[in-house]
């Protein structure tokens, strides 16, 4: 079939949503011809009053939002807002309610849209083709709205008939039904307070903790366990309880819209939909609203690195490899069976960087944790000798998504300074986390998988072999300041058989629980920002099952609820303590006092901040044996109180403490001139805080 073509950028229409405050805008009319006039006066003539004519409109109008400029940072891959072009958009045009509809397709002969508004009928409603050789099918089709499903009919240039879902569409059919709907991002945000302040809650010197979270199984409703909760609903729950618990931030496994849900929404097709699973794009506004209202930040998980190869959706989305690789070696995921992104196509960069911004500004998103990204930076990321290419200089390295990294990060971080791009990244790629200006990737922050795999072997190992091992639990320090390291416990180490984080400990009952709280409180008065996945909060036993809710009932259990409890005491701790937070990614924040006592295995650190009256002392016992008079060097004189106790009766601990300050005394260890006697209480992690002097005028007065 002949393409059709439109060669003009018109003025932008008056588009009917996705802006805060919409204005009244002056309605156009279409100009009639000279024949039309005549026929028209002369009936008025015959008649006192003539009937208003509807305007003269085609089934598919000539229209375009695109100007030549934008043409122009399209096909550069510098337009990192075409969510404001492409896809489909509700608008009014001549006088006439519609959609616009644009979409990406350069290799293809022909193309309709084609929906339940014209029977799915393909040869109907065909889009114009731009002369400019941009690729882009465009046009405005009358009296179709919020809505409608539809799917672009492509007659590819081989031949084939291809139905595809539309990339950019913002909402679509609840799976198992693959079409888009007409949709739009419009909503009255009221919180204006936070985005105000964002910058402060997301800063660097700042306390950060996470809990992770998948929306389909973190609760479900008693009377219909197969439901899913909606956004809305789920606000009503997850508000008050990560408020309680005293997380900064939530981080939502993928809601981007997935066909498979055993995927957890890492094979995305919907890249700028929120899934319909759990509602519309505005109850999911309204959940990230009230997070924001209580004091929490969102962080989404986003997936630039694979999509699946479903019929629908973006793999050989004109008959060609338009968004993937062509070369599989580049192309294909061997370990998700799923297609890989062609970093190096520039159009490519500008859907995935718009993507990216779309949910910061439209969701206002307080961050991006990055999927998967040693999978996009090593060309032989899980593939054998024979099955990759090396670079021009001969390396390993994606020379191609390297590059496309740094300019998403330099795309995020200009457009909104006050967010935080996370990296999921298990290798030593060097400067991950640094500035693209001094050769990093220009990540804020990136997971510290190598102290979550050291630590969690460690603490599975019997206390009585854990002095054979104990350079695995201090190796971390030795590298902890080359990153901005996040801390990470997430849903990857409680599926597939690797059991909860509770079943990973040894010993009885009552030895895991404590084992439990002590890794939590290892993890908290460790350097870096903190990330707990859902359920492992309260000690849940069983793993993560993406199927079923989490195992609330269990807090029936006052060792459910004494693990739940040190968690609170924990954030509450994290967030109190300055020494714990303001050089969390600075070799400054930590010194070893004894980091070399393998035989008892324990382990003794100071945290700093910037006030060294804030100076903590973190005392860890990796074993059930009690130690009483136990010597710790301190820096200075005066008494030191106990400010937290992981075995503490609350916690469901044996409640072994030190409940009076301790003076210190002129006695040198640990290298210090000063030292205290304390008692070390079993499996447990305690904090030490030098009491300030109080006031001569104060004691007066008391």
Not at 275 to 280: A, E, L, M, P, V
Not at 500 to 511: A, I, T, V, Y
Not at 537 to 555: K, Y
Request: charged share 25%; net charge negative.
């Amino acid at each position: 079939m002949a393409k059709k073509k439109i060669d003009t950028a018109k003025d932008a229409p008056v588009e009917i949503a996705d802006v805060k405050k919409a204005k009244p805008a002056a309605k156009k009319t279409a100009v009639a011809d000279k024949s039309e006039k005549s026929a028209v006066s002369k009936s008025a003539s015959k008649t006192k009053k003539a009937e208003p004519t509807a305007p003269q409109v085609n089934a598919v109008e000539p229209y375009s939002r695109f100007t030549d400029f934008d043409i122009a940072l399209f096909r550069s891959g510098k337009h990192y807002k075409l969510y404001e072009k492409l896809g489909s958009h509700v608008i009014e045009f001549n006088g006439v309610t519609g959609t616009y509809f644009a979409v990406w397709a350069p290799n293809a002969q022909y193309i309709s849209v084609i929906g339940n508004f014209n029977g799915w009928n393909r040869g109907s409603h065909g889009l114009y083709v731009r002369w400019d050789g941009s690729g882009i099918w465009e046009g405005f089709i009358p009296n179709v709205g919020n809505g409608e499903t539809y799917k672009y009919y492509i007659k590819s240039s081989t031949g084939a008939d291809l139905e595809k879902a539309d990339p950019f569409a913002l909402r679509w059919e609840v799976a198992p039904r693959t079409a888009s709907i007409v949709a739009d991002t419009y909503y009255e945000w009221s919180d204006g307070e936070w985005m105000k302040e964002r910058y402060r809650h997301n800063a660097l010197d700042k306390p950060y903790s996470v809990y992770e979270m998948h929306v389909g199984s973190w609760a479900r409703s008693p009377e219909s366990p197969d439901e899913f909760l909606t956004y809305t609903q789920l606000a009503d729950k997850l508000v008050p309880y990560i408020k309680e618990m005293g997380f900064t931030h939530v981080e939502f496994m993928p809601i981007m819209e997935h066909p498979y849900y055993p995927s957890w929404g890492y094979q995305i097709t919907g890249f700028f939909a929120a899934s319909s699973r759990y509602g519309s794009p505005q109850e999911l506004m309204i959940l990230i609203e009230k997070l924001h209202e209580a004091g929490i930040g969102v962080i989404l998980d986003w997936v630039p690195s694979h999509f699946p190869g479903d019929a629908h959706g973006l793999y050989n989305f004109d008959g060609t490899h338009l968004y993937e690789h062509e070369d599989l070696r580049k192309g294909f995921h061997p370990d998700w069976k799923s297609y890989i992104f062609n970093y190096g196509r520039n159009e490519v960069r500008a859907f995935l960087i718009s993507n990216a911004l779309f949910w910061l500004d439209r969701y206002h998103a307080d961050g991006l944790r990055v999927d998967a990204v040693a999978s996009m930076l090593y060309l032989d990321y899980s593939r054998n000798h024979g099955e990759w290419e090396p670079n021009i200089y001969g390396g390993n390295e994606n020379l191609e998504a390297i590059s496309f990294l740094k300019e998403f990060n330099e795309a995020v971080y200009s457009h909104f300074p006050d967010t935080q791009t996370i990296a999921e990244e298990s290798t030593s790629f060097t400067g991950v986390s640094r500035p693209v200006y001094t050769g990093g990737l220009g990540f804020g922050m990136k997971w510290m998988m190598g102290w979550m795999h050291d630590s969690i072997k460690y603490f599975s190992a019997d206390p009585i072999y854990r002095k054979y091992h104990h350079n695995q639990i201090t190796f971390s320090l030795i590298y902890a300041f080359t990153e901005n390291f996040m801390l990470p416990f997430s849903h990857d180490e409680v599926v597939y058989g690797k059991g909860s984080m509770l079943r990973k400990m040894p010993g009885d009952e009552w030895q895991q629980f404590a084992n439990l709280r002590l890794l939590y409180s290892y993890m908290f008065t460790h350097p870096g920002s903190k990330l707990l996945f859902m359920g492992g909060e309260f000690g849940q036993g069983t793993e993560w099952n993406f199927q079923n809710s989490l195992d609330w009932h269990v807090l029936e259990y006052p060792n459910h609820q004494g693990i739940k409890e040190v968690v609170k005491a924990l954030n509450q701790l994290y967030k109190d303590e300055p020494a714990l937070y303001e050089k969390s990614f600075d070799y400054n924040g930590f010194e070893w006092v004894d980091g070399g006592n393998a035989n008892d295995s324990i382990l003794i650190y100071n945290r700093k901040g910037i006030d060294e009256a804030n100076e903590l002392v973190i005392v860890l016992n990796m074993t059930p044996m009690v130690h009483h008079d136990f010597r710790v060097g301190v820096h200075t004189t005066g008494k030191w109180g106990e400010i937290f106790n992981s075995d503490a009766k609350k916690f469901w601990g044996s409640g072994i403490d030190n409940p009076k300050p301790i003076n210190t005394e002129t006695v040198n260890w640990h290298g210090r001139e000063q030292s205290i006697k304390i008692t070390i209480p079993p499996l447990a992690a305690i904090v030490f805080k030098k009491e300030k002097t109080v006031p001569p005028k104060y004691e007066l007065k008391k």
